[in-house]
């Protein structure tokens, strides 16, 4: 019996599910579903930007309020991410000189909350994700501004995942309202003056315990059902169930793993797992964004800062994977896709396994995310595969924007990078600090 079993779930429906591909698809969804709601809606996010799509979206939330006073609309975004402004930019109150404008200017009953997952914002952030509008969840790993949202004509591609069961979204309400919003360490930041994370940071310590045991409170069983939905929850390495569920998905696989990742960089147990699948002579599918296509890379043409060489340090980490498991490559065990479309981004996640078992999550597969981020998931078993059409459809248009790597030799290599990353990636490596800074990425 897998672990997930002992977990209870809630049966559902093929119609039940319905998948998004594009970024306007997803943004005009979100309106849509903001506009008609009549009870709850609950936003997670990593950020709302103050930008022309985040500003829509959040006065979209507003306006709901003020038509519907009945509605409960709480909105939760990482605490110090809130608190400054795009990486780069001038410093300036963050985010939260929109949060508090806009409310002041609506007088609405929209709520605006800050999680702080750890003390500083380089050694964890809230990055759950999901949005409960009724009864629907809409779920992606996307945050809310412009690209995300495709505002203009650029986008950064997601996967978008609508999903229907009133059970499911009482959980994840359950869990945002008792371990969430009932503790002191969660402020509200749309009102001033925003508390500081040091008059809180006891309660915080507190927060922190109650996250590293959280799981998402379900009471329904669903061990027959034939479609079926689990949500999982997870923070820190020692007993994360999340980690404890994608390691096994890697683990059980028979046929053929399909992997979605925007930043190439697997913590040490799932490379182990990885390698031993290919040894086992199954199929290996990894999905990944080109280093152009990554959100920090920056054009030749602008300035250039230190965060714009992470996107060269990826590439470095896929190009040695290729060179090492090249006769996999050969054998077309190992098939590893780089997706590119002009100017826009790539930020998809999420694993299948056999075709049957599906997790969607804003977890990167990387060691940030493995001990380091408190992350969810939301699990999918299809034993009869209901859902196989659609899930290969999204599947197929991801790949209108790929080619299949032959080889580390069609990457680029060091010499081939600008002078300051090369500056950069080889300091790293001379002083062999290079090791930690991929436990931060």
Known sequence: MYFWQHQAGYSLQEQDIEILTDAQSYRSKLLELI???????????????????????????????????????????????????????????????????????????????GVPVKAKELFGVLHLKGFVIDDTLLYSGASLNNVYLQYFDRYRLDRYFLIHNTALCDSLVSFTDETL?????????????????????????????????????NTQECKDAALSVRPFIGLGRRDNKLNRLIKQLFDITESELVLYTPYFNFPTPLLRALRRLLRQGKQVTIIVGDKTANDFYIPPHEPFSKVGALPYLYETILAKFLKAQQKFVDNGNLNV?????????????????????????????????????????????????????????????????????????????????????????????????????????
């Open 35 to 113: 506009a008609g709601a009549e009870r709850r809606i609950y936003i997670t996010a990593l950020y709302l930007q103050d930008d022309e799509a985040g500003r829509e979206v959040l006065d979209a939330l507003h306006q709901a309020s003020l038509e519907k006073p009945q509605l409960e609309i709480k909105v939760l975004v990482d605490f110090h991410r809130a608190q400054r402004g795009l990486i780069g930019a001038a410093q300036s109150e963050g985010n939260a000189a929109l949060y508090i404008e806009r409310l002041e200017h609506f007088n609405s009953r929209v709520e605006v909350y």
């Open 181 to 217: 919003l009932s503790s002191e360490a969660v402020p509200r930041i749309d009102v001033r003056p925003v508390p500081r994370f040091t008059t809180f940071k006891a309660k915080h310590k507190q927060l922190l315990k109650a996250l590293k045991r959280a799981q998402y409170p």
């Open 337 to 441: 896709y780089l997706w590119k479309h002009d100017s826009n981004s790539f930020h998809l996640k999420g694993i299948c396994s056999d075709n049957r078992y599906h997790l969607l999550s804003g977890h990167n597969l990387n060691p940030r995310a493995w001990g380091l981020d408190i992350e969810n998931g939301i699990f999918i078993d299809d034993k009869d595969g209901k859902l196989k059409t659609v899930v290969n459809d999204e599947k197929q248009s991801i790949l209108a924007h790929c080619k299949r790597l032959n080889s580390y030799t069609e990457l680029e290599q060091l010499k081939d990078y600008p002078e300051p990353v090369q500056k950069i990636l080889g300091k790293a490596k001379r002083v062999k600090v290079d090791f930690i800074i991929k436990r931060f990425i």
